[in-house]
């Protein structure tokens, strides 16, 4: 019944016993006066700090208990349930129980003792963010039941309970800003993570207190490149950003991606090594005239050495000379949940959201060995190599037919969407593993 309550104890109208009447004594005469019934009633409040995270870090939950009841609420029990996340030890229940739920969705504190009218109490919940993805959450919610010494007359419905029961952190993507798409070998490369959109207070990092190690860098060569030089580079990047740096001595590629806490990926940077030596700007003299270090008189003939045969074909396409920004409106479309894809009508899809795109392409890469797909040649490549896409209906289209598909068979793939929107390249903020059977 309602809290406030009064139940009318007058012989016409109700009986009250704690047991049998005295022997020769009235029934009625045992009744006793009006009884108010008082139930819990427990305002509770919820928010996270910080409110938004990278996937990988930890937010913590402040969870607020007050009586707001006109007397003692009796023992009771909260719990706080995650989702997109777990809970992490370190949280805390109101006078200094322990709280259980470590390394799982639900935080406990059980058998708290009796708030007395208008008492309050406070628990936090540690919490880590799981791989979400773009624009994810991690909702919390509260939920309070009668302790176990009041199991046996109460019930979850004899606590009245009102106020913020959930509250949400906002779990965002890591992104590593694009270098230079092609440097001559030997030239210094730096990556810095990059502000997030939906976080700029972080800056960065996988969380307040945890920056990056050399560890935490994925970096993948390819083409005949080889990491040397590997440091971090945290003077040469901006405020709160975190980086490395690195060279390869040998032509070929190398992508990165930063990978922290077990959890949660950024987007890949590749970076491409030419042959030849690294360039160098000459530090102007004020005041000095410039002298030519070369005569105006050509060195080479105008008969280009290049042939017509080099044009490359309209369904594969080289490597453009930026590399793309990375934007969360270009997403590869994800096939349907199950087990894997098949060879059968092996197509894929993407769509540009608010972007509007000339081109698009689709870069493919073999996660066993990172060679690439080559739809012009139908063929596995060292090299990274866009694969021209068709639009229809708004989503840019790109399929592998006949007999290639055969090359795909039990083939996990990770695949990047580009669009050209402007004379500027985009990429897929997020590159998706699909495996193929």
Same mark, same amino acid.
């Given at each position: 019944?309602?809290? %406030?309550?009064?139940?009318?104890?007058? &012989?016409?109208?109700?009986?009250?016993?704690?047991?049998?009447?005295?022997?020769?004594?009235?029934? /009625?005469?045992?009744?006793?006066?009006?009884?108010?019934?008082?139930?819990?009633?427990?305002?509770?409040?919820?928010?996270?700090?910080?409110?938004?995270?990278?996937?990988?870090?930890?937010?913590?939950?402040? =969870?607020?208990?007050?009586?707001?009841?006109?007397?003692?609420?009796?023992?009771?029990?909260?719990?706080?349930?995650?989702?997109?996340?777990?809970?992490?030890?370190?949280?805390?229940?109101?006078?200094?129980?322990?709280?259980?739920?470590?390394?799982?969705?639900?935080?406990?504190?059980?058998?708290?003792?009796?708030?007395?009218?208008?008492?309050?109490?406070?628990?936090?919940?540690?919490?880590?963010?799981?791989?979400?993805? &773009?624009? %994810?959450?991690?909702?919390?919610?509260?939920?309070?039941?009668?302790?176990?010494? !009041? /199991?046996?007359?109460?019930?979850?419905?004899?606590?009245?309970?009102?106020?913020?029961?959930?509250?949400?952190?906002?779990?965002?993507?890591?992104?590593?800003?694009?270098?230079?798409?092609?440097?001559?070998?030997?030239?210094?490369?730096?990556?810095? $993570?990059?502000?997030?959109?939906?976080?700029?207070?972080?800056?960065?990092?996988?969380?307040?207190?945890?920056?990056? $190690?050399?560890?935490?860098?994925?970096?993948?060569?390819?083409?005949?490149?080889?990491?040397?030089?590997?440091?971090?580079?945290?003077?040469?990047?901006?405020?709160?950003?975190?980086?490395?740096?690195?060279?390869?001595?040998?032509?070929?590629?190398?992508?990165?991606?930063?990978?922290?806490?077990?959890?949660?990926?950024?987007?890949?940077?590749?970076?491409?090594?030419?042959?030849?030596?690294?360039?160098?700007?000459?530090?102007?003299?004020?005041?000095?005239?410039?002298?030519?270090?070369? $005569?105006?008189?050509?060195?080479?003939?105008?008969?280009?050495?290049?042939?017509?045969?080099?044009?490359?074909?309209?369904?594969?396409?080289?490597?453009?000379?930026?590399?793309?920004?990375? /934007?969360?409106?270009?997403?590869?479309?994800?096939?349907?949940?199950?087990?894997?894809?098949?060879?059968?009508?092996?197509?894929?899809?993407?769509?540009?959201?608010?972007?509007?795109?000339? /081109?698009?392409?689709?870069?493919?890469?073999?996660?066993?060995? !990172?060679?690439?797909?080559?739809?012009?040649?139908?063929?596995?490549?060292?090299?990274? =190599?866009?694969?021209?896409?068709? !639009?229809?209906?708004?989503?840019?289209?790109?399929?592998?037919? %006949?007999?290639?598909?055969?090359?795909?068979?039990?083939?996990?793939?990770?695949?990047?969407?580009?669009?050209?929107?402007?004379?500027?390249?985009?990429?897929?903020?997020? $590159?998706?593993?699909? &495996?193929?059977?």
């Amino acid at each position: 019944m309602a809290s %406030g309550t009064t139940i009318d104890l007058a &012989p016409a109208a109700f009986v009250a016993k704690d047991g049998p009447a005295d022997v020769g004594v009235p029934v /009625s005469a045992d009744n006793g006066a009006a009884l108010t019934v008082q139930n819990e009633n427990i305002a509770v409040t919820n928010s996270p700090s910080p409110a938004t995270v990278f996937e990988g870090a930890q937010t913590t939950y402040s =969870v607020g208990l007050t009586n707001s009841g006109a007397a003692a609420s009796g023992t009771y029990t909260v719990a706080v349930t995650l989702a997109g996340g777990i809970v992490i030890a370190g949280g805390t229940c109101p006078g200094g129980v322990g709280q259980t739920g470590a390394g799982t969705t639900t935080a406990t504190c059980a058998d708290l003792a009796s708030l007395a009218a208008s008492g309050s109490g406070s628990m936090t919940v540690v919490a880590r963010a799981n791989d979400n993805p &773009p624009g %994810g959450v991690m909702p919390s919610t509260v939920a309070i039941t009668p302790g176990s010494a !009041n /199991s046996t007359t109460g019930t979850p419905a004899g606590i009245q309970v009102s106020g913020v029961m959930t509250a949400q952190a906002s779990v965002t993507e890591l992104l590593i800003a694009p270098a230079a798409s092609s440097v001559p070998t030997g030239t210094v490369v730096t990556l810095c $993570t990059t502000n997030s959109v939906a976080g700029p207070s972080l800056a960065g990092f996988s969380s307040l207190t945890n920056p990056f $190690t050399l560890a935490d860098y994925i970096i993948t060569p390819g083409g005949g490149a080889a990491v040397s030089g590997l440091a971090l580079a945290p003077g040469s990047c901006a405020a709160g950003q975190q980086g490395i740096q690195f060279t390869s001595a040998t032509a070929g590629s190398l992508s990165v991606q930063a990978g922290y806490n077990v959890l949660g990926r950024s987007n890949t940077a590749v970076t491409t090594f030419t042959a030849g030596a690294p360039t160098s700007t000459p530090t102007p003299v004020p005041g000095a005239t410039a002298t030519p270090t070369f $005569t105006p008189t050509p060195t080479f003939t105008p008969t280009p050495t290049l042939t017509p045969t080099l044009t490359p074909t309209p369904t594969a396409t080289a490597t453009p000379g930026t590399l793309p920004t990375p /934007s969360p409106q270009l997403a590869v479309v994800m096939p349907a949940a199950g087990p894997s894809v098949g060879r059968s009508r092996l197509s894929f899809r993407a769509t540009t959201g608010s972007l509007v795109a000339s /081109s698009a392409s689709f870069v493919i890469k073999r996660k066993s060995d !990172n060679m690439y797909w080559n739809g012009a040649t139908a063929a596995w490549q060292p090299g990274l =190599v866009e694969n021209t896409a068709s !639009n229809a209906t708004g989503t840019w289209t790109y399929a592998v037919t %006949g007999p290639a598909r055969r090359l795909f068979a039990g083939t996990p793939v990770i695949v990047e969407a580009r669009a050209v929107v402007s004379a500027q390249l985009y990429g897929s903020a997020v $590159t998706p593993e699909i &495996p193929i059977r």
